[in-house]
């Protein structure tokens, strides 16, 4: 998620920085000492900004005035040492209300909550033909047609496209529960494949098709029979 940080006292600015830099899923694109700068900047950027770090108690113009510039706001956690504003604040609908001095167990609890909401939207968005994965701070929309095959290693997965690769945090497991079963089977402890890309099976082996030819996959004894079931074939 991109974000940026909005508070006039330079240590919590520094501690925040020093939060967004430790958390892989947030990318830091500005940090404001006043609410007037941020402002400037999201008339243009805007778009681009998924998260705000907000103080309340900012001259000129404090965090709540800030908030009522906004049109459509991207997700909001507060950042407030006083505990006074919080009701206040969630009616803005803010996404958390971190009170300062702010933890980084309490900090990461937050930015979870945020991520999760913004995986929802998307979700949302997305039609019945694709998925978001995620890479480095962004998701990225693939549809289901282009993944050729999935692959584990060690405590990752890689998502094989005919242009790039995708490497997640995540189980083949999980994953399986992602994917459309009438789309993609499970073919081995390690691979998950693209039904509409096998060329051909021999013996204990498939073959995909990808951008640079066929390529050898192998299959599991414990999953052979159900890949046969599965698939729309003619043995005898």
């Known amino acids: ?55 309340i108690e900012m001259p000129e113009m404090t965090g709540f005035d800030f908030l009522k510039t906004l049109s459509d706001p991207p997700q909001i956690i507060i950042c407030s040492a006083k505990e006074r504003y919080a009701l206040n604040a969630f009616e803005y609908n803010v996404t958390d209300y971190l009170l300062k001095p702010v933890t980084y167990a309490r900090f990461f609890k937050a930015v979870d909550k945020a991520f999760q909401q913004l995986q929802k939207r998307y979700q949302h968005l997305s039609s019945g033909d694709e998925i978001f994965i995620k890479k480095n701070a962004s998701l990225v929309r693939i549809k289901y047609d282009d993944i050729v095959w999935v692959e584990a290693l060690e405590n990752y997965v890689i998502f094989n496209t005919d242009q790039e690769k995708y490497t997640l945090h995540y189980t083949m497991r999980a994953v399986e529960k992602k994917l459309p079963p009438k789309k993609f089977l499970r073919v081995h402890r390690s691979y998950i494949v693209n039904v509409n890309r096998i060329e051909s099976i021999e013996e204990n082996t498939i073959y995909i098709r990808t951008s640079e030819g066929l390529k050898p996959i192998p299959i599991g004894k414990s999953y052979k029979d159900a890949l046969l079931n599965d698939l729309n074939t003619i043995t005898k």
Do not use: H, P, Q, W
């Open 1 to 55: 998620m991109n974000c940026i940080i909005i508070d006039d006292d330079a240590l919590s600015l520094k501690i925040l920085e020093d939060f967004v830099r430790k958390t892989e899923t947030l990318e830091l694109v500005g940090t404001y000492t006043n609410a007037i700068d941020a402002i400037n900047f999201l008339r243009t950027e805007g778009s681009n900004v998924d998260l705000i770090f907000l103080d």
